[in-house]
């Protein structure tokens, strides 16, 4: 736990993302998104409140980051 967060794990997908060329190049990657199922598929959807949270997280890492509050 670092600041009294969890750590982020790891895990894999069925599916191929850029991210795997960056990390094999040494640059640290996090894949992140809303939850839901079917991507990329004929029939692919998300949780809405997944995704209102995911946009109030970036809105908070960006913030946080550029050190405004």
């Known amino acids: ?7 982020p794990r790891q895990v894999a997908f069925p599916y191929w993302m850029e ?12 894949v992140c998104g809303p ?12 949780d809405l409140a997944q995704v209102r949270a995911f946009a109030d997280g970036l809105v908070s890492a960006i913030r946080s980051f550029c050190g405004s509050k």
């Open 1 to 7: 736990m670092a600041n009294g967060r969890p750590e």
């Open 19 to 30: 991210s795997a060329l960056w990390e094999e190049a040494g640059v640290p990657t996090v």
């Open 35 to 46: 939850a839901g199922d079917g991507l990329h598929a004929a029939e692919e959807w998300v």
